[in-house]
């Protein structure tokens, strides 16, 4: 049983850029969970679907970000016009019920230049 | 406000000398209470869910225990490989099933 993966483990990127992240949860796991880590703080709710739906949206998420888990499986994060305030690492978890445990994979740090 | 804070927020240790990190949370009906550790660089691995009062889980050299308003984690005769930061979380209000995070306790284990 593999779990949670994340590509790509590291990003640089220029300010303005724009850039995506892509998760594979736990398979038969219909939760997915997106956080964002910033140096000695705890994790972040971001967002998190439910299968195919998306069914909440942090305040954290402005309109630059973007989530889709189109076919239910894998989920990709979207940032538009990366700011310097974004670099952080993202998370993504997985579970298999609400109640469930949140398994989490290895994240994507991101540094805006 | 759905809430939780973790104390220490850094703690050094000699090998073999036991000690307790805290986690006091504020929360609305308490449905999970959930330890992690996390490595430089790594996400979060799993350690503990704690579901009700009263509850203990132990896993090698660790403890959780849970009451109405903290948790515990109790650390026997650490070992320089325990060195880490220990998060704790719990599910928020609602359905969500989203975590609310402490801003963990950064362990170091001297040999």
């Known amino acids: 049983d593999t779990g949670v993966s994340q590509d790509p483990r590291h990003k640089i990127t220029k300010r303005g850029q724009n850039v995506t992240f892509r998760c594979d949860p736990i398979?038969?796991?219909?939760?997915l969970y997106w956080y964002r880590q910033t140096l000695g703080q705890g994790p972040e709710f971001l967002t998190y679907?439910?299968?195919?739906?998306?069914?909440?949206k942090s305040r954290l998420l402005s309109d630059r970000f973007s989530a889709e888990r189109p076919k239910g499986s894998f989920s990709t994060l979207e940032i538009q016009r990366t700011e310097q305030g974004d670099s952080a690492m993202y998370l993504c978890a997985s579970s298999l019920h609400n109640t469930d445990t949140q398994y989490f994979g290895p994240g994507t740090r991101l540094t805006v230049l | 406000e759905d809430q939780v804070t973790q104390s220490p927020e850094a703690l050094r240790l000699q090998e073999g000398e036991s000690s307790s990190l805290n986690c006091s949370y504020t929360?609305?009906?308490?449905?999970?209470l959930f330890w992690y550790r996390q490595d430089p660089g790594k996400g979060p691995e799993f350690l503990f869910t704690?579901?009700?009062a009263g509850e203990e889980k132990e896993k090698e050299r660790l403890k959780a225990t849970l009451t109405k308003k903290e948790s515990f984690l109790h650390i026997t005769a650490p070992k320089p490989e325990d060195s880490a930061t220990y998060l704790c979380?719990?599910?928020?209000?609602?359905?969500?099933?989203?975590?609310?995070f402490g801003q963990g306790t950064t362990l170091q284990v001297k040999p």
């Open positions: 704690l579901y009700s």
């Open positions: 679907f439910q299968n195919e739906a998306q069914l909440e």
């Open positions: 979380a719990v599910h928020g209000s609602g359905n969500t099933g989203k975590l609310i």
């Open positions: 929360v609305s009906g308490l449905r999970g």
């Open positions: 398979s038969e796991h219909n939760r």
